[in-house]
């Protein structure tokens, strides 16, 4: 099983839907991240999450939220998708001195 | 706050030559500083990362990487490339310190050529 999980792994929406992907993570870490990829402009920070309490909004929160429900989950929801959201999704987690490990991405499309 | 420049969005190389894949980075505190490579359709693996000691780092598939922090510079090199290592490249740097974000770079496309 892999150490963090990204669900789904492919959506496709219609603008104005509201959507949650969802990530869990398997490696104990106290740290998780939402990214979005978009060609030619690398991955960018929308929130991350030190502990269930601690929440904090990245470089692109706008149009975002999230939810730490648990140590091991932390979704990001949608909440009235438009089209310049289509991206590829990644969680990712840390335990805050070595590296990041992230899920296989989720690659939403909103049309 | 920290921030990550790639300066080549795309480096063409043919195989068995070496490359280099730029990184300059910006931070007022320490930093840890990381390599991730993305294959297509794939998600994001680690080659290498430097958060202390010496500043030559190796990675996973014959990648290297040199911490400068004089010219604030992490560059990655392989001395000969395969066809199997055309994949995203991306830089990416965590300030030392409560904040701990980590911030990724633009990415550089390494495409090899037989």
């Known amino acids: 099983d892999a150490d963090v999980t990204q669900t789904p792994r492919n959506r496709i929406t219609k603008t104005g839907k509201r959507i949650m992907l969802e990530c869990s993570q398997t490696?104990?870490?106290?740290?998780m991240y939402w990214y979005r990829q978009d060609p030619g402009l690398g991955l960018r920070l929308i929130y991350y999450?030190?502990?269930?309490?601690?929440?904090n909004k990245g470089e692109i929160s706008d149009g975002y939220s999230v939810s730490r429900q648990a140590q091991a989950k932390f979704s990001l929801s949608l909440e009235s998708a438009i089209p310049n959201q289509t991206a590829l999704y990644f969680c990712?987690?840390?335990?805050?001195?070595?590296?990041?490990?992230f899920g296989q991405g989720t690659r939403l499309t909103v049309v | 706050a920290q921030s990550v420049t790639q300066l080549d969005s795309q480096v063409p190389v043919f195989e068995e030559a070496p490359v280099e894949l730029r990184c300059n980075y910006s931070?007022?505190?320490?930093?840890?500083l990381f390599w991730y490579v993305q294959y297509p359709n794939q998600g994001l693996q680690l080659l290498l990362k430097?958060?202390?000691?010496?500043?030559l780092v190796k990675g996973i598939n014959g990648f290297e990487a040199e911490f400068n922090k004089s010219q604030t510079s992490f560059h990655l090199r392989k001395p000969s490339v395969h066809i199997s290592d055309t994949a995203e490249y991306f830089c990416?740097?965590?300030?030392?310190?409560?904040?701990?974000?980590?911030?990724f770079g633009t990415g550089t496309l390494l495409a090899v050529q037989p």
């Open positions: 990712a987690t840390s335990d805050g001195r070595t590296e990041a490990f």
């Open positions: 490696k104990g870490h106290d740290r």
């Open positions: 999450s030190f502990d269930v309490k601690d929440i």
């Open positions: 931070s007022s505190v320490s930093v840890y």
């Open positions: 430097y958060l202390s000691g010496s500043t």
């Open positions: 990416a740097v965590r300030a030392g310190g409560a904040t701990n974000k980590l911030i």
